[in-house]
């Protein structure tokens, strides 16, 4: 449905985004997720035909965004970071104005504007000022904008941000309803809602995309062992050894804290019982145990802080699981 | 409803509800009549010294006396307040960024300029239309040729329109309103100006260039109720050239 090849866009001697290549499925939904000023934005403007990308080529659902704009603009739900509403005109106003811009009318217009307004829930605002309207409610306005022609694409800059919990979880969950039957990329701060939302994840870090790949393959990929982290009441000075004699133990670092420690198993093996059982015949004192799985915002931390990531992934991942652990 | 009349209509509405068209009509409405009512007022006096003078009943031409007047007083009001009628098109929706909304919408750009140029036009021309109450009062007490009133009001719609292409492309430029409504006052100043320079030059080339150039003589000649081609034409393509050029800058920021 949307395919980007080699997309580079530069602002004279600045390069905002460095041969971009990526693709996203009918009914497939994909995050970008990416630090400020990683290239998100600029991606979903040159695919929504605001600015031409300086070389490469991208089409949405079979159109080129250089040479066919307005039947690329006929196919996607835009929602830029900042909601485009008119702070003059009332819910209702705006929506009917947006649909007439995209050629809806009379019933279908109608139609499409009570249910999209039942949709994000605007029922008890559709005869307010935009303008007197929260910003939680604005961003939804927005977002129905995007969502009113029912376009097959939808493209949206960070949807959830500016909407309490309650708002945060209906969005998502109206965002994965849209999965199926629309394409959607979104971008986003919020690693959670990467996980909780998407098929598929692009991480982009300074104009470049440094990874690709479903949210459990991304964490599975950069993981080359098991971590289990254990905090004891007493350390005797042989404590670290007797722990690296377990058979599968790959190493043993000192935690932040006294008394814990962070031990790298091989991968594909559960040693939580042999550890346990040693600390208990020891008398250490067992404060805890656990393991340590990487989330995705270790994958994401490690892929957009570290540039030598993928020479020395084990390393970077373990600064990074430490770190966690102080937490 | 095609995209140019939804962006018509959805201009129009933010006109009336924000202050600025009742501010503004009432403000040109209100100089209107008090020009209006000085003119007046000096046909008078002048007519009742020309009966002491001469005794019985004095011919005074309106037309000569009020109108030509009155339109040509017009033009110092045109220049101030419909810079701030169009200085909000472009520039707020970059300032509100409902911009980069509009130019991702399946709508062509010379469709969005048409459709805010139309929407102010209309808006000006309304108040023209108010205006023409003055002449219909004055047909009641007095006897004049409506003819020259009618070129008059041509003159002005033009004038208007020029002054308010001009209006559009300065929104464009920037995301400050006041900027804007100053680009483009500025503009229409220099423009008038250069009149001056021209008839200093005279009669040659560069004189007679800078003198078309600026709106002063076209408009004059549509006021004294001679309708010349090239008046119009010139009215008619500094309106195409501005609107183009408006074109060209909301084009260029997609480059940016």
Same mark, same amino acid.
């Given at each position: ?37 990683? %290239? ?15 070389? %490469? ?12 704009? +307005? ?49 994000? *829930?605007l029922g008890s605002v559709r005869h307010r000022l935009i303008g007197n309207l929260s910003r939680g409610y604005r961003q939804r306005v927005g977002l129905a904008q995007a969502l009113l022609h029912d376009p097959p694409v939808l493209i949206l800059d960070e949807p959830t941000v500016g909407l309490d919990p309650k708002q945060i979880i209906e969005i998502r969950e109206l965002i994965k309803s849209l999965a199926g039957s629309h394409s959607v990329i979104l971008s986003t701060h919020i690693l959670p809602e990467a996980t909780a939302v998407c098929q ?25 062992? *098991? ?22 133990? +790959? ?6 804290? %006294?008394?814990?420690? +962070?031990? *790298?198993?091989? +991968? %594909?093996?559960?040693?939580?019982? *042999? ?33 030598d990531h993928l020479a020395e992934p084990a390393e970077a991942m373990v600064s990074a699981a430490a770190e966690r652990t102080d937490v | 409803m095609s995209p140019v009349q939804a962006v018509i209509a959805k201009e129009l509405r933010g006109y009336f509800v924000s202050p600025i068209v009742y501010v503004v009509g009432a403000v040109f ?68 960024? /409902? ?24 808006? #000006? ?8 109450? =003055? ?7 007095? @006897?004049? @040729?409506?003819?020259?009133?009618? /070129? ?26 006041? =900027? ?32 078309? =150039?600026? #709106?002063?003589?076209?408009? @004059? ?36």
């Amino acid at each position: 449905m949307i395919d980007v090849q080699n997309i580079t866009k530069r602002y004279g001697h600045h390069t905002a985004i460095d041969r971009v290549t990526f693709s996203v499925a009918k009914g497939e939904v994909l995050a970008f997720l990416g630090p400020n000023g990683a %290239g998100k934005t600029t991606t979903m403007r040159i695919l929504t035909c605001f600015m031409p990308a300086t070389e %490469g080529h991208a089409r949405v659902a079979g159109f080129d965004c250089t040479d066919q704009p +307005l039947d690329v603009k006929r196919q996607i739900g835009y929602l830029p970071e900042t909601p485009p509403v008119y702070q003059e005109l009332t819910v209702t106003e705006y929506l009917t104005f947006v649909g007439r811009l995209r050629g809806m009318t009379g019933q279908k217009l109608t139609a499409a504007l009570d249910q999209t307004i039942g949709k994000l *829930e605007l029922g008890s605002v559709r005869h307010r000022l935009i303008g007197n309207l929260s910003r939680g409610y604005r961003q939804r306005v927005g977002l129905a904008q995007a969502l009113l022609h029912d376009p097959p694409v939808l493209i949206l800059d960070e949807p959830t941000v500016g909407l309490d919990p309650k708002q945060i979880i209906e969005i998502r969950e109206l965002i994965k309803s849209l999965a199926g039957s629309h394409s959607v990329i979104l971008s986003t701060h919020i690693l959670p809602e990467a996980t909780a939302v998407c098929q598929r994840v692009v991480i982009i870090n300074k104009g470049r995309i440094v990874a690709e790949d479903t949210p459990e393959q991304l964490s599975a990929r950069l993981r080359q062992s *098991e971590k289990v982290s254990i905090t004891l009441k007493a350390v005797p000075s042989d404590c670290e050894m007797k722990l690296r004699a377990i058979p599968g133990i +790959l190493n043993v670092l000192p935690g932040q804290a %006294g008394g814990s420690f +962070l031990l *790298e198993c091989e +991968l %594909g093996r559960d040693l939580r019982d *042999e550890i346990a059982r040693l600390v208990v015949s020891s008398h250490w004192g067992l404060l805890e145990l656990r393991t340590i799985s990487m989330t995705l915002e270790d994958v994401f931390l490690q892929l957009t802080r570290h540039e030598d990531h993928l020479a020395e992934p084990a390393e970077a991942m373990v600064s990074a699981a430490a770190e966690r652990t102080d937490v | 409803m095609s995209p140019v009349q939804a962006v018509i209509a959805k201009e129009l509405r933010g006109y009336f509800v924000s202050p600025i068209v009742y501010v503004v009509g009432a403000v040109f409405l209100l100089i209107f009549g008090l020009l209006s009512y000085l003119y007046v007022g000096f046909a008078g006096a002048q007519a009742i010294q020309l009966m002491q003078m001469q005794g019985g009943v004095a011919q005074i031409n309106l037309n000569d006396l009020v109108f030509r007047n009155l339109f040509a007083s017009v033009r110092i009001v045109l220049l101030i307040i419909l810079p701030i009628l169009t200085m909000r098109l472009f520039a707020e929706e970059r300032k509100l960024r /409902t911009f980069e909304f509009l130019l991702t919408s399946p709508i062509r750009i010379h469709d969005i300029i048409i459709g805010k140029f139309v929407s102010v036009l209309l808006i #000006y021309l309304g108040l023209l239309v108010l205006t023409i109450l =003055v002449p219909t009062v004055l047909m009641l007490f007095s @006897d004049f @040729d409506w003819n020259p009133i009618w /070129t008059g009001y041509l003159g002005m719609a033009l004038l208007g329109a020029l002054f308010l292409s001009v209006g559009v492309f300065a929104s464009a430029l920037t995301e400050n309103q006041i =900027v804007a409504a100053f680009v483009s006052f500025g503009t229409l100043l220099s423009m008038w100006l250069i009149a001056g320079l021209g008839s200093l030059l005279g009669d040659t080339t560069a004189g007679r260039i800078i003198s078309y =150039v600026s #709106y002063m003589e076209h408009y @004059d000649r549509l006021v004294r109720g001679l309708i010349d081609t090239s008046d119009l034409m010139y009215f008619g393509s500094g309106l195409v050239l501005m609107l183009f050029l408006t074109h060209r800058i909301v084009e260029s920021t997609r480059w940016k």
